[in-house]
């Protein structure tokens, strides 16, 4: 806010502990107080050098009466008019980051230490293409409402999921003291999403496990097993042997591949034990599914669009998620107690929560061994008769 500052009104300025106050002044263009959460009062310059908005701190009330401060403000404005004015002058510069400087900070500081899909993350936040450029501290909600429209335009979801990330993002440097306060703090989400509700019907997952065996290493077999262990993609696409005790038919997950952070167990059906006992080992390699032995596969979107064009026609629109609520659908039908679906997904519901929760150690070792073998022996009845739909449409073609 702007106001003709005093000696008297700056004595009287009380700090505000939620944030820094600042007041420019209406005689001496560019000159602002600025109180701090603790109350120390400094003369800063804010004043545009060379294309950059600088913050120049001239010094702390107190030491530098107002007068002192108003004068000093000239002598550097009457520099930087004459071409005079230099960076390193014995005056602090106040320099901010642009988004575009601060997102690598973030992930490299916060996000791969804290964030197992942080280049996900990464790449959300580069959306933000038109403010990249611009400080941090003076991005304002407006800019990140005209921003979003921007990203909504083709990619609606991904804008919730973006705004979320830059929410993070500004609230972790407000933690750090780089800005006072988030511009787009309590800010909604611009679209409103829809819970997704599709489950595949049990032709679709025969058609699906028939294109899986045309698939083959590693893509095929990896689709196997996500159908039959109903866990997530990522975490079954980067399975390691390490993880897995073949005789004892057990997969640990670790807690830092694991999305809720938690060690996961995942008991191995004979079904499952079947698909990974065909699965090719690199020499030297810990990854179950991978083409070169380095890493884990990729490049799911170019393998989904081949699955699609295998399935039956008409079949909507799925993603390989709805597998999970697929599998969490069909263990109902099944007579699966809901707490031993929860516990097989690894997924948290509110089914047990609270101190209930924190204290819920009991893991369903059995109960989930005999769920995952009931849903295994449905899915492999799928596969027997979407076999003999096949050996029943080749024997009528032939004759």
């Known amino acids: 806010m702007t106001h003709k500052l005093t000696s008297k009104f700056i004595e009287a300025q009380k ?7 600042e007041f420019r002044d209406g005689l001496m263009p560019g000159l602002v107080l600025r109180v701090s959460k603790k ?60 988004l575009g400087d601060a ?100 032709d679709e997952l025969g058609a699906l496990w028939a294109a899986c065996e045309t698939e083959g290493y590693p893509f095929g077999d990896c689709m196997k097993l996500l159908i039959l262990s109903g866990q997530r993609r990522a975490e079954v696409a980067e399975m390691r042997w390490s993880e897995l005790d073949l005789e004892k038919r057990l997969w640990t997950l670790p807690s830092q591949r694991a999305k809720n952070g938690k060690q996961h167990t995942v008991p191995i059906t004979d079904d499952m034990l ?9 020499l030297n390699s810990d990854f179950v599914f991978t083409t070169t032995g380095k890493s884990p596969i990729s490049g799911f979107g170019r393998l989904k669009e081949r699955l699609d064009r295998a399935m039956p026609e008409g079949t909507e629109p799925w993603i390989n998620h709805d597998l999970r609520r697929t599998m969490s659908t069909n263990m109902a039908q099944l007579g699966v107690p ?3 679906t929860e516990a097989l997904l690894n997924h948290k519901t509110g089914v047990v929560s609270g101190v209930a929760a924190i204290y819920n150690v009991y893991s369903y070792a059995d109960e989930k061994r005999e769920a995952l073998g009931a849903w295994s022996k449905h899915v492999m009845k799928l596969v027997r008769s979407e076999n003999d739909a096949i050996k029943t449409e080749i024997a009528k073609a032939s004759n």
């Not at 306060?181 to 800010?187: K, Q, Y």
């Open 15 to 21: 700090p505000d502990p939620s944030k820094r106050l």
């Open 274 to 282: 079947d698909v990974l006992r065909k699965v090719p080992r690199f």
């Open 103 to 202: 997102i690598p900070e973030y992930i490299e500081k916060y996000a791969k230490i804290h964030n197992r899909d942080w280049q996900r993350k990464e790449a959300r936040l580069g959306k933000f293409t038109g403010l990249l450029g611009k400080r941090i501290d003076e991005i304002k909600r407006a800019d990140v409402v005209k921003a979003c429209d921007k990203i909504q335009e083709t990619a609606p979801v991904s804008t919730n999921r973006a705004l979320a990330h830059l929410k993070h993002l500004m609230g972790w440097y407000v933690e750090r003291g780089e800005i006072d306060a988030s511009p787009i703090s309590g800010m909604k989400p611009p679209f409103k999403e829809q819970s997704r509700e599709r489950v595949l019907s049990d």
């Open 338 to 340: 809901q707490p031993v």
């Open 39 to 98: 109350g120390t009062k400094t003369f800063c310059l804010h004043k545009r050098v060379k294309g950059k908005m600088r913050r120049l701190t001239i010094g702390r009330f107190g030491v530098l009466t107002l007068s002192e401060a108003r004068e000093r403000v000239r002598q550097i404005l009457y520099e930087i008019e004459t071409g005079r004015f230099e960076d390193h002058t014995g005056i602090e510069v106040d320099k901010k980051p642009t």
